[in-house]
């Protein structure tokens, strides 16, 4: 017995994201953009707060 599905319409929508962008590379899209986030947001109160001190 298969555990594969038959038709390219019975897959789930997480194995259709699987097929299109491999696990290691979603890992890392997702790391990278909370890191970049951070650091943007370092600078913008770094901005902010040295804007105060004038």
Known sequence: MST??????????FQ????KFPRGLVIRLIAYLFVGHLFAFFVYLLFVLGGENQ
């Open 4 to 13: 594969a599905p038959e038709s390219p319409a019975q897959l789930t929508v």
């Open 16 to 19: 259709r994201f699987e097929s």
